[in-house]
């Protein structure tokens, strides 16, 4: 998704928004950003927290578009400092490439913690929820 992101967020869209000057068009281009990450958030909490409560929902969704739109101010910074989409588009799909290894390692570790095959691709990567019934965290 970097590419995507990227050519939308910091090449279009920044550039649509830039007759109004750069510091517009990046606080709008990474607020909108931020924003695009919300269903992808919630996702993955409903992923790894089924059931979730609406209130901590609200907080994940809301951290998570702080999060983004400061991420995107940042990849804004490389853009405007390098004059192109290299920089940012290299340091994001670096940062998806790593968050994805994260979370591949955490999620083999908590299986490996409630007692599931890791190598039984049947058993593997299942939420809590599952993996107790439904009945997780008393």
Known sequence: TAVLEEVAFRGVLFAAVAD????????ASSIVFGLWHIT???????????????????????????LTTMA????VGLRVETGDLGAPLALHATLN????????????????ELGVDVDDSGQ???????????????
């Open 20 to 27: 109004g000057g750069a510091l517009r068009a990046a606080v």
């Open 40 to 66: 992808p958030s919630l996702n993955m909490l409903d992923a790894n927290r089924s059931g979730a409560p609406p209130h901590a929902k609200l907080i994940f969704a809301a951290g998570t578009v702080l």
């Open 72 to 75: 995107g101010l940042g990849l």
């Open 97 to 112: 490439s790593l968050a994805t290894l994260a979370s591949t390692r955490a999620g083999r570790h908590r299986d490996l």
């Open 124 to 138: 593997r990567s299942q939420s809590v929820d599952q993996v107790f019934g439904g009945h997780a965290g008393g």
